[in-house]
């Protein structure tokens, strides 16, 4: 009998620079270090300042799926690691 599965889903996102701007606005954000993302896509992730909150993380959070979002502090990268 198979057992439970796990899925995780990690993204680097480019967003256009007035999404990135609205997100920064809308959410209330600080300086967060993303967690450790799979070495294939270590050198997609820029090493700049992030920004994070709950607000995003919950944002992002939908019908089961646990995320963790990281948005650049000046600038149009997004994170996005998720589990369900």
Not at 26 to 37: G, I, V
Not at 39 to 55: I, K, N, T
């Amino acid at each position: 009998m198979p057992g439970p599965t796990t899925y995780w889903i990690q993204a680097v996102v480019e967003l256009r620079p007035e999404i990135a701007d609205e997100m920064r606005s809308k959410f209330n954000l600080s300086s967060s270090q993303p967690k450790p993302f799979e070495p294939a896509l270590e050198p997609s992730v820029p090493s700049v300042s992030y920004v994070s909150g709950p607000e995003i993380n919950s944002a992002f959070s939908v019908n089961g799926w646990k995320s963790s979002v990281y948005l650049q502090a000046d600038g149009q990268t997004l994170l996005i690691d998720t589990v369900d």
